[in-house]
Each structure stands twice: as structure tokens, then as C-alpha cells.
């Protein structure tokens, strides 16, 4: 929230709020079915984090030494994490991806057993 308020550029923070708002979906999605959240930690730690990251790095740097194409990649790579935070809720909700996770699992575990 903090680095997004820095931010001045209207459609670069629409595009942060568009995606900050699926990720906290999912968070809701996985605070309310906490098993999920062995599917969605990749998301947790490598989407958010780097999110973030970037966000931060554009903000340390002088406005005025970048062109308006940084701008528009960061929007672009806003709009490509929205999609893919989409499809990590429909993977959650749907719990496919878990249920065989499960499966898995409880299979190579009794493969050890036997």
C-alpha cells in the first residue's frame, strides 16, 4: 500500500489496485479453506514478492530518468499478473489441483509403506 501511494501515474495505480485486488481474494480464498495453501504458495512467494519488489524499485528511481515505456511495461506486467492471479482463483476455487496433490501424495506414501 505504502509504495503504491507514491505512485502518480492514475492508470499504473489502477492497474496495482486490479491486481491487489485478486491477490486479496485469494488471501480470502485461502484464510477460509487453509488447505489450499499448499497450491497457492507459489503464488504467496513468488508473485506478491516480486510484485512488490518491482513496484519498490520503481518508485526509488527518479521519475524523470525514465521514459514512458518503463511505465507502460509495469502496466503490462500488471495486467499479466491480474490474469494470472484470476487463474490461481479459479484454481482454488475449484480445488482440482488440490484433490490431486492429495492424491498424489497419499499414493507415494503408500508406495513408501509397501
Known sequence: KKSQEKIQNYALKEK??????????IL?????DPKD?????KFMV??????????NQ???IDKSLLDESYTQRL?????DASKRFESELEK?????????????DALKQQLKEN
Open 16 to 25: 496495482i489496485n486490479q491486481a491487489a485486488n485478486k491477490a486479496q481474494e
Open 28 to 32: 480470502k480464498t485461502i484464510e477460509q
Open 37 to 41: 495453501l499448499s497450491v497457492a504458495r
Open 46 to 55: 513468488v508473485y506478491l514478492d516480486g510484485i512488490k519488489e518491482v513496484i
Open 58 to 60: 520503481y518508485n526509488q
Open 75 to 79: 502496466i503490462e506486467l500488471l495486467e
Open 92 to 104: 482454488l476455487k475449484s480445488n482440482e489441483i488440490f484433490d490431486l496433490d492429495v492424491q498424489i
